[in-house]
Nanobody
Framework: QVQLVESGGGLVQPGCSLRLSCATS????????MGWFRQAPGKEREFVAA????????NYASSVEARFTISRDNTKNTVYLQMNSLKPEDTAVYYC?????????????????WGQGTQVTVSS
């Protein structure tokens, strides 16, 4: 059984940073593309970032590019999302997701496994 567990969310002030972690188990992590998505109240779940199995290819939503960095440690079966210069509009539940394949995708319905989500609130 595949499990993804996110951690690292919280309440921060605008301009601050957070690092989210997603620990995985039960599948071949090193051959799976991984993604981060977020969902704000009353809004659709949206793509944030994705990373290839080796970590050599990454892609970001335009709203977070240059502020967020996705990375992975295949020895720890963990993917990370470093979020800098946070803005109130980044407030959302952040979800980690895994695909049955190596190619990056941007649609939430192209991911097969999901974590439970972690709340990120950016407010002064």
């Amino acid at each position: 059984q595949v499990q993804l567990v996110e951690s690292g969310g919280g309440l921060v002030q605008p301009g601050c940073s957070l690092r989210l972690s997603c620990a995985t188990s039960g599948r071949t992590f090193s051959t799976s593309a991984m993604g981060w998505f977020r969902q704000a109240p009353g809004k659709e779940r949206e793509f944030v970032a994705a990373i290839s199995p080796s970590g050599g290819i990454t892609n970001y939503a335009s709203s977070v590019e240059a502020r967020f960095t996705i990375s992975r440690d295949n020895t720890k079966n963990t993917v990370y999302l470093q979020m800098n210069s946070l803005k109130p509009e980044d407030t959302a539940v952040y979800y980690c997701a895994a695909r049955n394949g190596p190619y990056l995708r941007y649609g939430w319905n192209e991911y097969n496994y999901w974590g439970q989500g972690t709340q990120v609130t950016v407010s002064s």
